[in-house]
């Protein structure tokens, strides 16, 4: 009994060990492979390419992924808990999970505390960096040209200006992302249907900021285009951006645009009552400045562009997908958010914008944002 029982072990063994091999050539032994490697050679480098392979599914693997917010407001704010959000659900999904919780940063719109993070998050070699807003993703691609760490921006109005990338099809480097890019000319569409009498617009924005360069441009286009006059004032921070609102106030102004600005979204809340007793409607590129005031927003769902961010990432780290050759995703929802508070205070009609717009959400200014 006790010899069968071996026979029958060694049947199994003798079984398995034919099964796995490459070829059969009748034995248990293997011949050297092509070129004159050895079973042990082959398996070296079998473990060699797997160091290298991107993680599987189900394998547990923990990613290290860095969030670095610009600035506190609505608009990025919506953006980091989607991505958090989506981050979770994949990571759920595909047995694997993404460390985010111990690398979010929020930057306060200040360069040097935006650089020490980008420095941070080098030292910790995150497996990604996901900067939201343009400031926050210039920072960070200048931080990860030695270590190339991929980076997957969010909320970039202007990636190609802001030299980030060498096209939106094509970044060219360790760096890709999503955009909110808007479309000016659809904005001050809505101008014109919200005051059809207007001559004169204002234009605020920092002209610091690399986002708004190109939109500021198309809108001076239109302008030129259509006959309409415009006046421009700029400010970098929030003293000279109530002081440039200021003087829109004075130049009588029929209406101001302002595109996906963080430098005036912050300092909304000090200014838009200066429009609102003027009458003045402030159209602007972002949700987020009707809830901190303004008349109204038009732009992109913000939630739906993190969670298209979140599944870049879960590319490049989970797939091996190259930034360098995943094109810049660009939504265009075409979403107006209206202040109703706002546009009782200068007496417009906004239902003159239904047909105008995928979605028109109403909302009244908050002070605080989650």
């Known amino acids: 009994m006790k010899k069968k029982a071996v026979s029958l072990v060694m049947a199994v063994v003798m079984t398995a060990a034919l099964a796995g091999c490459g070829s059969s050539n009748g034995a248990g032994t293997q011949e050297p492979q092509q070129g004159g490697q050895t079973p042990a ?62 690398y979010t940063h929020n930057g306060q719109a200040d360069s040097s505390v935006l650089n020490q993070i980008a420095t941070d998050l080098v030292a910790d070699e995150v497996d990604v960096i996901i900067p939201i807003a343009t400031p926050a993703a210039m920072i960070m691609q200048n931080a990860t040209e030695d270590s190339q760490i991929p980076v997957v921006f969010s909320a970039v109005s202007d990636p190609v200006g802001a030299g980030l990338v060498a096209s939106n099809d094509a970044p060219g480097a360790n760096i890709t992302g999503t955009s909110d890019a808007i479309d000016t000319e659809a904005i001050f569409g809505l101008i014109m249907a919200g005051n059809p009498d207007a001559k004169k617009v204002g234009l605020l924005y920092d002209k610091s900021q690399a986002g708004s360069i190109q939109s500021i441009a198309d809108a001076k286009a239109y302008c030129d285009a259509n006959g309409l006059t415009y006046v421009e004032k700029t400010g970098t921070t929030s003293a000279e951006v109530q002081a440039a609102a200021d003087a829109l106030v004075a130049e009588q102004v029929d209406a101001v645009f302002t595109p996906q600005d963080n430098t005036i979204m912050t300092a909304e809340l000090a200014i838009f009552e200066k429009f609102t007793e003027a009458k003045i409607p402030h159209y602007t590129g972002a949700d987020s400045f009707a809830l901190n005031g303004a008349f109204c927003g038009f732009g992109v769902n913000y939630e739906n562009l993190g969670t298209v961010t979140a599944d870049m990432v879960v590319d490049v780290l989970v797939n091996g997908a190259d930034p360098a050759t995943m094109p810049v995703q660009t939504l265009s929802d075409g979403i107006i958010m209206v202040n109703t508070e706002t546009a009782e205070a200068v007496g417009i009609d906004y239902s003159v914008f239904e047909g105008m717009c995928s979605e028109l959400i109403e909302t009244v200014t908050a002070q605080e944002f989650e």
């Open 41 to 102: 050679q082959t398996q070296e480098q079998a473990d060699a390419a797997e160091e290298t392979q991107p993680a599987q599914a189900g394998d547990g693997t923990v990613y290290k992924v860095g969030i670095v917010q610009y600035v506190d407001d609505a608009s990025l704010n919506q953006i980091e808990k989607a991505i958090e959000a989506q981050l979770n659900a994949k990571g759920a999904e595909l047995g694997v999970t993404f460390d985010f919780a111990d």
